[in-house]
């Protein structure tokens, strides 16, 4: 449960942002409670485990000069982050302060894990972070970076220009791996030395997590932002093509809803992956609408603005692009947080394979376990067998009742793509598919906008 004191708090939130802050964080609540596909699942305690990752853009030490975040953003990236029982966060930069601000808002249980910064002008001094809720998932006290041996690095002997980050967790009964990564991106055309840097990274780090998945039965999961174009990229074979599993269905993962960037897939013991749901959470429903341009235009840094003499936008259209396109994305993010929600409960798989179906058709007594004065019998390296009755027993053993699962496990792992879906995907993209779709999400998010009431004259 995230803690709302800080609105209480006059020294940092006046009664008019206490006001405004509570409204969106209602909002917000009220979007993530309808369910996917808008909102999140409702966490469980112990029958799903609900998996984030977030690139959370330059979090932050605002080198850029856009921010720094304000408070209530701290407040709604705590209350996404606290949807998820562990996620992954990209970006998050050397002053770990604002961070440490969002878990306190998080509630008590709340933790988090994070690597040195990645150093090198392609570093740019990031960290690789889990949080999660350590009363349901639990750390195993495995945790590493991933490095390139000699013989794999990058052309000039260049290692990865953000190191992945490998953490081993349990929740339940899944006890699993999880590897972040933040891809080099480089240049976007497919013939470029930057692209051909990006494939190579995505390349090598899912063949690593493959071969370690096989050689340790353990399970894996590889998730963060990938810079990954579209379903049929290139970056996208080099992940798939090492036997990692997708969701059933993808999300497009920047704002704009453009670009598959961020990815989670899977590397898994046999029969331990159920997938319940996956999504993209698109917080921009919610917060920093273009609607609120009026009361947050007081405070967007001048610095990147063009302003008359009055303090007033020369071009006010302009000045709302800048709020809605860039300012806000550092606020909150250009990424969306994407996430996958796994069945873990395999309690009654496990008591069903105890049972033995000869004894549906007979039964023999119980199992003697104590003497008559009530002193416990010694046991031998096994128990010994329980005396036959003088009249066997006439009925057999009836079938258990199983309980309904808490919840239901209905959607499969995507299988690797066929060459004519590959095909099929490609021609829907290049003929506009794509933006056919945003411009009907586009469509249909207006047409559900309230419409004014006309002042009567």
Not at 80 to 96: G, K, R, T
Not at 151 to 175: C, I, N
Not at 311 to 337: I, N
Not at 356 to 373: G, S, T, W
Request: proline share 7%.
């Amino acid at each position: 449960m995230v803690w709302y004191a800080d609105l209480r708090n006059t020294k940092l939130f006046a009664p008019s942002e206490r006001d405004w802050t509570s409204r969106r964080l209602l909002d917000l609540r009220a979007q993530i409670a309808s369910g996917p596909p808008r909102g999140i699942p409702r966490r469980t305690k112990d029958a799903s485990l609900i998996i984030g990752t977030w690139n959370i853009r330059d979090f932050d030490n605002n080198k850029f000069r856009h921010g720094p975040r304000r408070r209530e953003s701290l407040h709604y990236i705590a209350e996404i982050l606290s949807c998820f029982d562990v996620c992954a966060l990209q970006e998050v930069n050397e002053d770990v302060r604002p961070l440490r601000d969002v878990i306190r808002l998080m509630g008590p249980g709340w933790d988090f894990i994070a690597t040195d910064v990645t150093t090198g002008a392609s570093g740019n001094r990031e960290r690789m972070c889990f949080v999660f809720d350590s009363r349901k998932v639990k750390f195993r006290n495995i945790v590493g970076e991933i490095v390139l041996p000699k013989h794999a690095l990058l052309p000039g002997e260049q290692q990865f220009a953000r190191t992945p980050f490998m953490v081993s967790f349990q929740a339940g009964w899944f006890k699993f791996s999880l590897c972040t990564v933040h891809i080099f991106f480089g240049e976007a055309s497919k013939g470029s030395d930057g692209y051909a840097r990006r494939v190579a990274e995505i390349d090598y780090i899912a063949r690593e997590m493959a071969g370690r998945a096989d050689k340790e039965d353990e399970n894996y999961i590889l998730l963060g932002d990938f810079n990954i174009k579209n379903p049929v990229d290139e970056t996208m074979l080099a992940l798939t093509k090492a036997g990692f599993q997708l969701p059933p269905e993808l999300f497009p993962s920047n704002l704009l809803g453009t670009h598959y960037y961020d990815q989670i897939a899977f590397r898994t013991r046999p029969d331990e992956l159920t997938f319940l749901s996956a999504g993209a959470f698109n917080w921009s429903e919610t917060l920093f609408r273009p609607e609120h341009y009026e009361h947050y235009a007081p405070v967007l840094p001048k610095r990147h603005r063009d302003l008359g003499a009055d303090g007033k936008p020369r071009d006010a259209a302009k000045d709302k692009e800048y709020y809605s396109r860039r300012w806000l994305t550092w606020q909150m993010s250009d990424h969306l947080p994407l996430w996958v929600e796994l069945a873990i409960d395999f309690s009654d798989a496990h008591l069903l394979n105890n049972l033995d179906p000869d004894y549906e058709r007979r039964d023999v007594p119980a199992q003697l376990e104590h003497a008559e004065d009530g002193t416990p019998l010694e046991q031998a390296d096994a128990p010994p067998e329980p005396a036959e009755p003088a009249a066997p027993l006439k009925r057999g053993r009836k079938a258990p009742r199983v309980a309904p699962p808490e919840k239901q496990g209905i959607l499969a792992p995507a299988p690797k793509m066929s060459f004519g879906e590959a095909w099929r995907i490609f021609w829907w993209v290049a003929g506009g598919g794509a933006d056919r779709l945003r411009k009907t999400r586009e469509a249909e998010k207006k047409a559900a906008k309230p419409k004014k009431a006309k002042a009567k004259g």
